[in-house]
């Protein structure tokens, strides 16, 4: 069984940055695609950004040029680095990973709230 176990969320003012990280139970080289989604209160889940194993990364456009999606294989990390944020990115952001087998493991979530 894959573990994903997510960290970093937090408090943060409107323009400021978070770093979320998941850290997977085995290579992250192993599975097809790694993504971020998230869901706020009353909201259904959604992709925030995707990165196939081979291939370009995707962004939802309310993301594009503010968020960041990173690996670190030897880690067996992946991250989304977030600038700007504003209250409309306040919400619960899972891991998501994506095996050959189209099976699919989910973190336990991480919250981020942006508030001043």
């Known amino acids: 069984q894959v573990q994903l176990v997510e960290s970093g969320g937090g408090l943060v003012q409107p323009g400021g940055s978070l770093t979320l990280s998941c850290a997977a139970s085995?290579?992250?080289?192993?599975?097809?695609?790694m993504a971020w989604y998230r869901q706020a209160p009353g909201n259904e889940r959604e992709l925030v950004a995707r990165a196939r194993r081979f291939g370009s990364t995707y962004y939802v456009d309310s993301v594009k040029g503010r968020f960041t999606f990173s690996k670190d294989v030897a880690k067996n990390t992946v991250y989304l680095q977030m600038n700007s944020l504003n209250p409309e990115d306040t919400a619960v952001y899972y891991c998501?990973?994506?095996?050959?087998?189209?099976?699919?493991?989910w973190g336990q979530g991480t919250q981020v709230t942006v508030s001043s």
């Open positions: 998501n990973a994506r095996s050959v087998d189209s099976s699919e493991f």
């Open positions: 085995r290579s992250i080289f192993s599975f097809d695609a």
